[in-house]
């Protein structure tokens, strides 16, 4: 009889797997180690359907003043293995299973980008897209929020949807675009659906316009459940 092992599941292709063992603390190597979340008195989760979740996104007007891309320190390593954020993503997302070598360079491993449905199998060909861009995040909310808290959302490994490893020219192409200005060429409600998932996790708003265009797309597209666990 066949056990299933904590390894077997790293590398069962599921992303949201590798990415839950991540979050609790376990590398490529699978050793133990911490990532650094706000602390919460207690952790609360948000679901409704995508309608519905938009509707609930709190609406006000951005301000950039400011902001800074220093502002979030990002691609740390918060759990101390030698790999940083952006490594532990390319590891928990990678279609093939990743060999970590000294100072946690990759090799082995095949990358799927849902943006342009395209395959990489180099890593330098794939960039970390912040969901929800850092200077959006300021726009909605994060100015105000301690260095700490930034720079937890920019290094998000508690929820697969907040960080996604996509085409590096096509991220270059978002940069810090809301729906409203941009979107993937392919799967494009899946895109919405996690989208407003990262702006209920960090409890960021939406502008005016923004909402009217996630409404407007939320309308061809089927109305699934929203569900995230609350960051802060």
Request: hydrophobic share 35%; aromatic share 8%; glycine share 6%.
């Amino acid at each position: 009889m066949h056990r299933t092992s904590v390894r077997d599941l790293f590398f069962s292709g599921e992303p949201m797997i590798r990415r839950t063992l991540l979050a609790l603390g376990l590398s490529a190597g699978f050793s133990v180690g911490l990532v650094a979340v706000p602390a919460v008195a207690q952790a609360q989760d948000y679901s409704a359907p995508l309608t519905t979740a938009i509707s609930d996104l709190p609406t006000s007007s951005e301000v950039r003043t400011g902001y800074s891309r220093d502002l979030f320190p990002h691609w740390v390593d918060a759990d101390g293995d030698g790999c940083s954020t952006r490594n532990e993503v390319l590891i928990s997302e990678a279609d093939d299973p990743v060999t970590v070598g000294s100072g946690c360079s990759l090799s082995g491993g095949r990358w799927y980008s849902y943006y342009d449905r395209v395959s990489w199998t180099n890593p330098s060909d794939v960039d970390i897209d912040h969901m929800v861009p850092l200077a959006e995040a300021w726009d909605s909310g994060a100015r105000s929020w301690t260095t700490a808290t930034r720079q937890a959302f920019a290094n998000d490994l508690g929820d697969s949807r907040s960080l996604v490893g996509v085409t590096d020219n096509v991220n270059q192409a978002k940069g810090d675009q809301d729906p409203r200005e941009w979107l993937p060429t392919y799967d494009q409600c899946r895109y919405v659906r996690e989208w407003v998932a990262v702006k209920h996790r960090w409890r960021l708003t939406v502008d005016s316009g923004e909402k009217s265009a996630l409404s407007s797309l939320a309308s061809s597209c089927t109305n699934a459940t929203i569900t995230v666990t609350l960051a802060r």
